[in-house]
Every structure is written in structure tokens, then in C-alpha cells.
């Protein structure tokens, strides 16, 4: 079990669940994103963008995004040397770790979902689940061979 101290988890709300993403996974949070769309992409990859010259993927579990030709909000997330795009519709907030009681800690499960589980948290606004970047970041990799 890690040691939390210090730690910052940036919160998103998805469709029904509050998401966190730790901070050292958050390259950039960029507005108006073009995004390109490509047909027959897996599900949750939304379409493609261009960040500093990278083509990146963007993902979402929110359908009404597949609609959008600007994003309003992106996540650039980065773990080792790839990067992927979170569409975020909603507000965003910051928690520590320490402010709530942590209630499950696992490890990566497997599941069809592309939000892969780390830790959840009890805070004051409710459930907040830990998002495993590096495993999600490994799972698209592996499911795009």
C-alpha cells in the first residue's frame, strides 16, 4: 500500500461515478479541442486529436460526446511515452487522499470497462474511485494489437 501523503487526485464526474485521476498522470487540461472523428473506433475512443504535433486518442464514457466536433474540456493524460485524451463534460475538483477514508484498495481488475479501478475513496462529496492510468494506458495498447 502506498503512502498518500502529499498526493493530489484530480475528480471528474463520469455517468455514474465520481472518477479521480492522480496528478502525475495530468500532462495538460486543455479547452476547445478539435477532434478528429474516426469510424469504427473501439468502444470509448471517441475520436482523435492533434496535441504538440502527437495524434492522441480521446476517450469517453459519455455517448452525447461522439457528437462534438470541439470538445469543451480535455484531460491530456501521460504515462511513460503515451499519452491519451479524457473528455470531461463536467466540473472538476481537487482531494487528497487524506481528506476522506480510504475504503477498497485493490489491484487492477479485469473487466470490459475502460475505467480500471485502483482505490476508492469515502470524501465529503461522496465515493470517489482512484483511476489506474497505467493500466488503463496498458489495456488500450494490448486491446489494439
Known amino acids: 500500500m502506498e503512502n498518500d501523503s502529499g498526493r ?16 502525475q498522470y495530468v500532462a495538460e487540461i486543455c479547452r476547445d479541442i478539435q477532434m478528429s472523428k474516426i469510424p469504427c473506433l473501439p468502444e470509448h475512443f471517441i475520436g482523435l ?12 464514457k459519455k455517448e452525447e460526446d461522439e457528437e462534438q466536433e470541439f470538445l469543451p474540456l480535455v484531460i491530456i493524460l501521460k504515462t511513460g511515452k503515451y ?3 479524457l473528455c470531461v463534460t463536467d466540473g472538476l475538483s481537487i482531494i487528497t487522499p487524506e481528506e476522506g477514508q480510504r475504503i477498497k484498495s485493490q489491484a487492477a481488475k479485469e473487466s470490459e470497462d475502460i475505467a480500471i479501478e485502483r482505490e476508492i475513496y469515502a470524501v465529503e462529496e461522496g465515493l470517489v474511485t482512484d483511476l489506474d492510468v497505467q ?5 488500450l495498447i494490448r486491446n489494439a494489437g
Open 83 to 85: 499519452y491519451m485524451g
Open 49 to 60: 486529436c492533434n496535441y504538440k504535433g502527437m495524434i492522441v486518442p480521446i476517450l469517453s
Open 135 to 139: 493500466a488503463m494506458a496498458e489495456r
Open 8 to 23: 493530489e487526485l484530480l475528480c471528474l464526474n463520469g455517468d455514474d461515478k465520481k472518477y479521480a485521476i492522480d496528478f
